[in-house]
């Protein structure tokens, strides 16, 4: 396994601080969203108290975390119902979780420190963002070209393409049954905070996003919207 053959040193093996991200799931995106890839956990954030913040995308909880007494192993304590999870430093910024009894895959997770430009920990919803949706495009409405050039940020912003100024993806949660049959959907907001969900595809990477008008909500019924015709489109050309 990688990270622990041969010696390593001190260094090597302190505890982990910061925000870390599972590139194992990000690294198949946009072909596959997190919703289809087993994980434990989207971040995990090291505290310098001996405690770490689990976050899955729909809930978030804190767990301590301890050396293992043994290399650059670690334990975070009752991980899951059936006890501890470990984790192994390599270096300063990659770490493997032994989550292979939760995701039933045949390999361990590996998670990354990433700092952006500004020198902060990329969290998992920005790097999603990057690899699905951001970018700089040509902005058609019900087939026809806007004039101008939309530009997606990773951190959520949208310039150019008002009334919207902003936009989530669904990654996680009850949003994932939002329409039927089921889609990948999207949250646009706009200036007066409003929200809006679209059912929305990418076609051939990032070169075009689709965006889908949903149907009403179903009375006293949550999900099961119906997909609708086009009415954006964003072209890479």
């Not at 990659?94 to 990329?122: F, N």
């Not at 902005?139 to 919207?164: A, H, R, W």
Request: charged content about 25%; glycine content about 10%.
């Amino acid at each position: 396994m990688a990270g622990l053959a041969g010696a390593q040193t001190p260094a090597d093996c302190e505890a982990p601080s910061g925000k870390y991200i599972n590139m194992t799931v990000l690294s198949q995106c946009p072909e596959s969203m997190p919703s289809d890839i087993p994980h434990y956990s989207c971040e995990l954030t090291f505290r310098s108290n001996g405690m770490v913040d689990i976050d899955n995308g729909f809930e978030k909880y804190r767990l301590a975390y301890h050396a293992a007494g043994d290399g650059c192993r670690y334990v975070i304590e009752k991980a899951t119902f059936q006890g501890d999870m470990y984790f192994v430093c390599e270096g300063d910024s990659v770490i493997q979780l032994m989550d292979s009894a939760w995701t039933k895959l045949p390999s361990a997770s590996i998670y990354k420190r990433l700092k952006g430009p500004d020198g902060k920990d990329v969290s998992f919803e920005h790097d999603l963002n990057d690899r699905v949706i951001a970018g700089e495009y040509a902005f058609f409405k019900e087939g026809q070209l806007v004039p101008g050039v939309i530009t997606v940020l990773s951190n959520g912003q949208l310039n150019g393409m008002k009334p919207y100024l902003g936009y989530v993806l669904c990654y996680a949660g009850d949003c994932l049954e939002e329409t039927d049959p089921p889609s990948r959907t999207i949250e646009l907001l706009d200036i007066k905070g409003n929200r809006e969900t679209f059912a929305y595809k990418t076609v051939g990477g990032k070169m075009a996003i689709e965006f889908y008008k949903l149907g009403p909500s179903k009375p006293d019924e949550k999900g099961g919207r119906s997909i609708g015709p086009m009415v954006y489109e964003l072209r890479t050309e």
